[in-house]
């Protein structure tokens, strides 16, 4: 019997392998939630070229006023006097600017010094400043900065509350009730809150996203969405932040400093919207959360469990449908890993009786760019079909980067109403959702809320994988026929199979 050369062999089995490999990758497309919008009370993305003195005081960032402890021991706490070392002398040390430098630019900011008494310092806070943070109710504190280097001499974020941050006279920078320190040092990396309670981040060098949340009354800090400390009970409020190291090391000889980058500072309020805010039991409610600094958050109504979600940029949308419940106020809440209420919105159960409207709004589940989507709105009253000269109905789509559409309803008859979206080809992938609401003057008002996603479609996430294959699939039936011309698949009549 003739044998395969090995060539014919090898050739066959990687057509196979190249076959079969890129059909077993993953190509479905992760849908995107629409999101609400949230203005924020502080933000700076540093994508200027210089310090936003809108939202910081500069003026002492790398010459000037320094603090002059009297003691080496607790130097940021201990008295002293803010004082210009390049001018006055500080326990007989001086220095000359520039203290160091502060670079903007690509959306970061970056502080740093070498062989240097003194480091760059900037701050926000009263009364030179507004109070970056609220002055009443939860807020989450943001802030996502890198340690490029460390060294003996530390630097970093520092958040307390401290009336009058002017650098005048006795004023401490640190004598004062302190919030958050995240500060690297010859001791590494290190996350306190509230002066006593400290967590060693391991990832020295690494791009952290840190969050300090105040919530009903109790600090939490979250380092990339994961619980570090807290929560821990204060009425201490935060309402000023300085960045750097606003000291003069006396006691030192010029040395160099840890070196850090900014990416991102922000308050938020964290807030819970639903949509609609009432209705009667089995009303499907859409849930949208902002300011979450959680990774994942478990919701709640009237603290039954009813789901969980991930966070994505300190947002999720959640959908649920409402249980049984008297009528009246409900609390739905969005909750964290360790039982702390995050954000929490009211929902109120109305009557389902007779009396009021019943909405229903239906649309495919998932639709591809190119399609057409079709929306189906029937309005019943006592589960007879509504027909009305007064019945006004309004048909809004939220897209997936929040963004919303009024879609015209045209009237099929006997309560029955049909809208459409022609999806674009560039169409947003994610998750889209419909907001129905009809009133009449007789009935009153009601809602209903659907959604649906728009992924790609499997011949575009596929295009790569098919092309591959119809090649591979070309070869390997001309190596076939090239075997089979030679004589390679023939087999003698005495041979047995």
């Not at 924020?40 to 070229?49: A, I, L, V």
């Not at 105040?214 to 960045?243: C, E, H, Q």
């Not at 009303?283 to 994505?312: A, C, H, N, R, Y």
């Not at 009396?355 to 019943?380: H, K, Q, R």
Request: glycine share 10%.
């Amino acid at each position: 019997m003739k044998r395969f050369p090995v060539t014919v062999i090898l050739l066959f089995c990687l057509s196979l392998m190249i076959f079969i490999l890129p059909i077993t990758r993953s190509t479905s497309a992760e849908a995107t939630p629409p999101q609400i919008q949230q203005s924020p009370f502080f933000s700076d993305n540093f994508n200027g070229s210089s310090i936003d003195s809108a939202k910081w005081n500069a003026t002492f960032a790398t010459s000037g006023l320094r603090w002059c402890s009297s003691t080496v021991a607790n130097h940021e706490d201990a008295p002293g006097v803010w004082l210009n070392p390049s001018v006055t002398l500080c326990q007989g040390g001086s220095q000359n600017p520039p203290f160091g430098s502060v670079s903007v630019g690509g959306g970061s900011a970056t502080l740093s010094a070498a062989a240097s008494q003194t480091f760059p310092y900037i701050w926000s806070g009263p009364p030179s400043k507004s109070s970056p943070f609220p002055a009443s109710g939860n807020f989450v504190l943001e802030v996502k900065m890198r340690f490029n280097s460390i060294t003996g001499s530390g630097d970093g974020f520092f958040v307390n509350r401290w009336n009058n941050t002017d650098p005048v006279g006795n004023n401490p920078p640190g004598g004062h009730p302190r919030v958050l320190l995240i500060w690297a040092d010859s001791n590494g990396l290190i996350v306190q809150l509230l002066g006593n309670f400290t967590f060693n981040v391991y990832n020295e060098v690494g791009l952290h996203d840190y969050a300090l949340a105040y919530t009903d009354g109790k600090y939490s800090v979250f380092i990339d969405g994961f619980p570090a400390l807290g929560p821990v009970a204060s009425n201490v409020r935060a309402n000023a932040m300085w960045i750097g190291n606003p000291v003069f090391t006396w006691w030192l000889s010029p040395h160099d400093w840890s070196s850090f980058s900014l990416n991102q500072v922000r308050v938020t309020s964290p807030t819970l919207q639903t949509t609609p805010p009432d209705g009667p039991i089995g009303t499907k409610v859409l849930v949208q959360g902002t300011g979450v600094p959680t990774s994942f958050v478990e919701v709640t109504f009237d603290d039954m469990f009813i789901g969980t979600m991930s966070i994505t940029d300190g947002s999720f949308s959640f959908t649920f449908n409402v249980p049984l419940a008297q009528v009246g106020a409900h609390q739905i809440k969005a909750v964290d890993e360790s039982s702390n209420v995050i954000a929490s919105a009211q929902f109120t159960v109305t009557p389902s009786g007779s009396a009021g409207l019943a909405v229903t709004l239906t649309v495919g589940t998932v639709y591809f760019p190119g399609d057409t989507a079709v929306a189906n709105l029937l309005v019943t009253s006592n589960g007879v079909p509504l027909s009305s000269s007064g019945l006004q109905t309004h048909l809004n789509l939220t897209r997936p980067d929040g963004s919303t559409i009024v879609l015209n309803t045209t009237t099929i008859g006997g309560g029955l109403f049909k809208a459409s979206f022609s999806i674009p080809k560039t169409a947003q992938i994610g998750t889209y959702s419909l907001l129905a609401l009809v009133q009449t003057p007789s009935m009153g008002s009601g809602s209903a809320l659907a959604v649906f996603e728009v992924k790609l479609s499997w011949l575009s996430s596929q295009s790569s994988t098919l092309a591959v294959v119809g090649l591979v699939s070309t070869g390997t039936i001309a190596v076939a026929l090239v075997s089979w011309k030679k004589g390679y698949f023939k087999r003698k009549s005495g041979d047995p199979f």
